[in-house]
């Protein structure tokens, strides 16, 4: 009952920007981790950031200092701002919600999860 739609995607020359969004809708009341994660062909998929209900926020190694994590409660949307893109940020970036109530949500632990929007960085 709950519905995460990315949008922001698209194709950026290395060092550019892209800020990726992620529509909430139906009970997503009791949701108290959001994050993103991306994809990349053959390869796992993996945590970029999260943010929780009380605005927290945690970053992979890789993309700390580059990107933000940010919520807006009154449009239902968090976002991710990605910075000095390189050409390893290419992959399919998902939203995802959990209801885990602790300070920390595995990847196994989000409940809710979008269909993804791909980002492709050239050099």
């Known amino acids: 009952q709950v519905q995460l739609v990315e949008s922001g995607g698209g194709l950026v020359q290395a060092g550019g920007s892209l800020r990726l969004s992620c529509a909430a809708s139906?009970?997503?009341?009791?949701?108290?981790?959001m994050g993103w994660f991306r994809q990349a062909p053959g390869k796992q998929r993996e945590l970029v950031a999260s943010?929780?209900?009380?605005?927290?926020?945690s970053y992979a190694n890789f993309v700390r200092g580059r990107f933000a994590i940010s919520r807006d409660n009154a449009k239902n949307t968090v976002y991710l701002q990605m910075n000095s893109l390189k050409p390893e940020d290419t992959a399919v970036y998902f939203c995802?919600?959990?209801?885990?109530?602790?300070?920390?949500?595995?990847?196994?632990?989000?409940?809710?999860w979008g269909q993804g929007t791909q980002v492709t960085v050239s050099s």
């Open positions: 139906g009970n997503i009341f009791r949701i108290i981790h």
């Open positions: 943010i929780t209900a009380g605005g927290s926020t």
């Open positions: 995802a919600g959990s209801l885990n109530y602790r300070d920390y949500a595995a990847q196994n632990e989000y409940n809710y």
